[in-house]
């Protein structure tokens, strides 16, 4: 099929690689040049494992960039990637998501033919129906049901196995209202579906498929954040959590996957996701508890292991280590990531704070350019009196004789990755 996608960046520029590899022609269209640039150059514009080869592979042929909107006219269906970040209080801003769809239905005003919008974003129940079909319509004079088919598909891929995820998806979501719509989803997913060995498809509504993506992330954030109340009682009993939730993860109606306690949840879609679901659900007058709760949790484990940290270590003039700043191991993504809280409190406490993270100093160093940075968990550790662990690097679970070096060794692990050693005093937060 032909297909659009308006939005070339984590979630766009994935999906357009793959629906190129399943055999699909496709059109990525961006208002940045460089990206575009990038992509017809046959590189990917993001750093996702298998992604550099998909693009090099089909750049040119069956996937072609532009940050011309005309090009949705040659496809037949058009995907919208466009970022729905969160507004203070937690609410939806969708602003880019409508001035794209006002472009989108500029174009297809040129057009005479019908065409089928997909939204791709996360949105809150019926702003696909209730935003953003209208302002298409409006502005390509084409008729809902008619000539103008809208459909929405959640996305559920993850930073740094997007290509994976995506191309072996746990289920697919196709929400549509109309059987043109449907069909076409159907059209675009049906190779894909066939080549990950027939994951479930869900045929659904559009709100409803708007739903599940919310559901989905308020669902895993609130496990991890249940798995870190149960692990703080644990740890007041001095019992030990990893037992605990290894076990209760082998009953299959718990799982064992998001049961890592430690100090929380990050990233570009956990944080803003709950709370947009959480000031949605208010607008409408229900206050879901439980997603409050996982926030509350979660904003806490931060404070949590400082706590620890001041048992042994004043942070006032302290040298402190952090070691990993990004959101999750795998990605120099820095959103939301763990590190911030901690290391404005350890600022606001007056200590002298050196960061160390594989891949993320860069992004943090941007953010943050007024902490020390140092180019290895070694040299981080140099004289260090205290060291945070944050992110789940597999190299931090080598550390050993790096300890040796600090001034006080004083280690505060939020992931239980070091080992505990001779040496060391090894405190974690779970
Ligand atoms: N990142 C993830 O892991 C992930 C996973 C599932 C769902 N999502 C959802 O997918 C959506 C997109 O997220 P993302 O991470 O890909 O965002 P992103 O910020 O990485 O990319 C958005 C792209 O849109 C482009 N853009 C901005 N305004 C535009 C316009 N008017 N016209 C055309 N292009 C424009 C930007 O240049 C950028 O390349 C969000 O709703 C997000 O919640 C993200
Ligand atoms: O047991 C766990 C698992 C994860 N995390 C933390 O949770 C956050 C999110 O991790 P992960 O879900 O792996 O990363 P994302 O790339 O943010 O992916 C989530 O957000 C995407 C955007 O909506 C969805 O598509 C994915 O399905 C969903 O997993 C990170 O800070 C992790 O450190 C834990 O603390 N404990």
Known sequence: MRISIVGSGYVGTTIAACFADVGHDVVNIDIDEGIVA???????????????????????EGLRATTDYAAVTDTEVTFLALPTPAEDGGHIDLSVTKSGARSLGAALGESDTDHVVV??????????????????????????????????????????????DFLGPDKVVLGAETDRAREALRGVF??????????????????EA??????????????????????????????DSEAVLSAIGLDHRI????????????????????????????????????????????????VRL?????????PAGARVAVLGLAFKPGTDDI???????????????????????????DNFHGRYPDIDYADSAAAALDGADAAL????????????????????????????IVTRREGIVYESLV
């Open 306 to 314: 400082l706590d620890r940290l001041r048992e042994y270590v004043d």
């Open 190 to 207: 049906d190779p894909l579906v066939e080549r990950a060995s027939d994951p479930p498809v869900i045929e659904t509504g559009i709100a």
């Open 210 to 239: 708007e739903m599940i993506k919310y559901a989905n992330n308020g669902f895993l954030a609130a496990k991890i954040s249940l798995a870190n109340d149960i692990a703080n009682v644990c740890r007041e009993y001095d019992v």
């Open 335 to 361: 959103r939301n990531s763990r590190a911030i809280p901690l290391v404005e409190a350890l600022s606001e406490a007056g200590s002298d704070i050196v960061g160390y993270d594989p891949v993320a100093t």
């Open 389 to 416: 662990v944050v992110t789940d690097w597999p190299e931090f679970a080598d550390l050993n004789g790096e300890f040796d070096a600090m001034a006080t060794p004083v280690v505060v692990d939020g992931r239980r």
């Open 255 to 302: 799982e064992s996957e998001f049961l890592g306690a430690g100090v929380g949840w990050g990233g570009s879609c956990f944080p803003k996701d709950v709370a947009a679901i959480i000031a949605a659900a208010r607008g409408v007058g229900y206050e879901p508890m439980m997603l409050e709760a996982a926030v509350e949790v979660n904003d806490r484990q931060p």
């Open 119 to 164: 939204t791709k974003s996360t949105v809150v129940p019926t702003t696909t129906e209730g935003t953003i079909a209208p302002i298409v319509a409006e502005e390509s004079g084409m008729s809902v049901g008619d000539d103008l088919h809208v459909g929405m598909n959640p996305e559920f891929l993850r930073e740094g196995s997007a290509v994976s």
């Open 38 to 60: 990038s992509l017809n150059d046959g590189q990917s514009p993001i750093h996702e494992p298998g992604l550099d080869e998909l693009v090099a592979e089909h750049a040119g």
